[in-house]
């Protein structure tokens, strides 16, 4: 049995519909991960401080100590310090990768509140363990090795957790749209993120660690009192999570993943007005079982390669900035941010795009399109001017995000809850976590091949992410001739004729 959720009498008052619990729990989820990425990004801007260009500082104030690398944070001051970051990045993926397949397990086992609240109050404990590196004076590897491997494992307990307590409370009408605007917490937390890192790394870098660190525990100790993790918790109707007969059609289930086509299927769930309380819980489902749900294969391997590009431009993009352009190092992380908020508009776009054709694949494939030339061009003539360099970051963040948001959280919401399951919602967390645990293994890959890549030239970097663009496109196409089909089929049956 889930334990009782103790909302006090003064919020239920004036929550008593279930819109209001809706957005409740839109509110602290987007809260919950814009702090989890929050607390991710403050090592790509203090790279660059930790083996920073010491000749422009002036002169050497240690005279028995390297010329060139006396400003420089041991063990980070040798030649070899790219190499250092790339392990240090993947430390912590692959370390999100190998513990996110666990994660969803014990999502889908445990309850979400305890779950998703004790793993940020863990994450902004290793946050703020590495940033203490800094005033301890420690100048080991492996003390920061093993904290990176620890944050990644903790926070491991975030995206499985916040996507199933969204997906319990949202049917499938509007999903895209809803859950891109509210992925947007991605690109939030790391634009905040940069801005935080970048107000003290040129002072005392361990606070950009530090202070991320205490805003996740205290967003987690707030989701512990106040989070509702399913409708019938609170006496709600459970929301709708497959299409019905026009008769009786829930006015938030219009469209499905399948396209216009699945607008004549039958009806797969009924609803009832009232509260639904079921005589017993279903079984969670077996990681074999989420992965013979239709689609779950294909995305996964697309958002490996797809989240592959974004996390290297997460972790890579600031040192791009300082060496290419020549800024310092906070104005690099500002202008980081800039491919974060093309991240917001692409997710949106995405998401109201696919929930308007049901093409969930095919919009993942044109926007994995048109964002291979897109990154040549950054690379080419990106740096030719503020404003060029400005507007191509938003553009690149666009085309980037906006395929690893819509199927880190609609796709996967829409799999979690697909009409193989019979009503059974206890795969979200499972799916999610293969999803996104997948897409973590590029997420991994991506700085890693980053860091070996970047001596032999940064072009080389990005025919690497423009390669793995097209792959990701690829693997979806089994799907896009799916959802292709289906367009087909519906337009027949408007103009009268007859599908076999």
Not at 107 to 116: M, Q, S
Not at 212 to 219: K, L
Not at 225 to 242: K, Q, R
Request: one cysteine or more; proline letters at 6%.
């Amino acid at each position: 049995l889930r334990p009782p959720i103790p909302v006090p009498q003064t919020l239920t008052s004036p929550l008593p519909s279930s819109h209001s619990y809706r957005g409740l729990t839109l509110v602290l989820t987007f809260l919950s991960y814009t702090s989890y990425h929050l607390s991710r990004k403050p090592i790509s801007i203090v790279k660059s401080q930790l083996h920073p260009n010491c000749s422009a500082l002036g002169p050497n104030p240690h005279n028995d100590s390297n010329s060139t690398t006396w400003c420089s944070w041991a063990p980070f001051d040798g030649d070899n310090y790219k190499e250092l970051f790339g392990a240090l990045d993947n430390a912590f993926l692959v370390a999100y990768a190998i513990g996110m397949f666990i994660s969803g397990i014990f999502g889908e086992r445990l309850p979400l509140r305890y779950y998703l609240s004790g793993g940020m109050v863990l994450s902004g404990l290793f946050t703020a363990l590495f940033g203490l590196g800094y005033f301890w004076d420690i100048h080991v590897l492996w003390y920061f090795i093993i904290v990176q491997v620890c944050n990644g494992l903790v926070q491991t307990t975030g995206w499985p957790a916040v996507v199933a307590c969204v997906g319990n409370w949202f049917g499938k009408g509007k999903r895209g749209l809803i859950m891109g605007i509210w992925n947007s917490h991605t690109s939030v937390g790391n634009i905040l993120g940069s801005l935080i890192a970048g107000a003290w790394v040129s002072s005392a870098w361990g606070l950009s660690f530090v202070v991320p660190g205490i805003i996740i525990i205290a967003v987690g100790i707030i989701c512990f009192f106040f989070l509702v993790e399913y409708p019938e918790d609170v006496d709600c109707s459970p929301p709708l999570h497959h299409v019905m007969t026009t008769s009786e059609k829930d006015p938030e289930a219009v469209t499905s993943n399948e396209g216009p086509l699945s607008l004549s299927g039958q009806s797969s769930v009924t609803h009832s007005n009232g509260p639904k309380e079921p005589a017993e819980e279903p079984e969670a489902i077996s990681f074999l079982g989420a992965l013979r749900i239709p689609g779950v294969v294909e995305f996964s391997l697309c958002l490996l390669f797809a989240k592959l590009v974004s996390y290297t431009f997460l972790y890579w993009l600031p040192l791009y900035i300082v060496n290419v352009a020549h800024f310092g190092a906070k104005e690099a992380g500002d202008l980081s941010t800039l491919f974060d908020v093309g991240g917001i508009l692409g997710g949106i776009f995405a998401g109201l795009i696919s929930d308007y054709t049901g093409g969930r694949a095919t919009t993942c494939c044109v926007m994995l399109v048109l964002a291979a030339p897109m990154l040549f061009l950054y690379n080419h003539v990106g740096q030719n001017g503020i404003g060029t360099s400005i507007a191509m970051l938003i553009i690149c963040g666009a085309l980037v995000n906006g395929p690893y948001a819509l199927i880190t959280t609609a796709v996967s919401a829409d799999l979690g809850t697909h009409e193989s399951l019979k009503g059974n919602a206890k795969a979200l967390s499972t799916v999610t976590a293969i999803i996104d645990g997948t897409g973590s293994v590029g997420a991994a890959l991506g700085p890693l091949l980053a860091g070996l890549i970047s001596p032999t030239g940064w072009n080389n970097v990005f025919y690497m992410l423009i390669a793995a663009d097209v792959l990701a496109c690829l693997l979806l196409a089994r799907v896009v001739v799916k959802e292709a089909r289906g367009w087909c089929g519906y337009m027949a049956r408007q103009r009268g004729y007859v599908v076999t």
